[in-house]
Nanobody, 123 residues
Framework: QVQLVESGGGLVQAGGSLSLSCAAP????????MEWFRQAPGKEREFVAG????????YYVDSVKGRFTISRDNAKNTVYLQMNNLKPEDTAVYYC????????????????WGKGTLVTVSS
């Protein structure tokens, strides 16, 4: 079973920064659109950011534009999410996901998932 592995979550104060990483098997990473979703307590999972396999096309939900940056290192089969100026409302479990044809905005459309990493932003 394909496993995506996230890392980098933690506790940070509002206004601070965190960087998330997601490692994927090479055969998936080299051909799939990589995306980040998040799920806050009591809320549905939502799209956060996505990047095409080439890295040339980037996608963000409006609430993180200008604060979050998605990138990928194809040599390391890793996608990153740099999160700056974090707000308490960014608190959530962040999931890495992959899809062959994307981007996709709906969680059910994604083919592969990681187990998630918790980001907590204190006020």
């Amino acid at each position: 079973q394909v496993q995506l592995v996230e890392s980098g979550g933690g506790l940070v104060q509002a206004g601070g920064s965190l960087s998330l990483s997601c490692a994927a098997p090479g055969r998936i990473f080299s051909s799939h659109v990589m995306e980040w979703f998040r799920q806050a307590p009591g809320k549905e999972r939502e799209f956060v950011a996505g990047i095409s396999w080439s890295g040339n096309n980037l996608y963000y939900v409006d609430s993180v534009k200008g604060r979050f940056t998605i990138s990928r290192d194809n040599a390391k089969n890793t996608v990153y999410l740099q999160m700056n100026n974090l707000k308490p409302e960014d608190t959530a479990v962040y999931y890495c996901a992959a899809v062959l044809h994307g981007p996709r905005w709906v969680p059910n459309d994604m083919a592969y998932w990681g187990k998630g990493t918790l980001v907590t932003v204190s006020s």
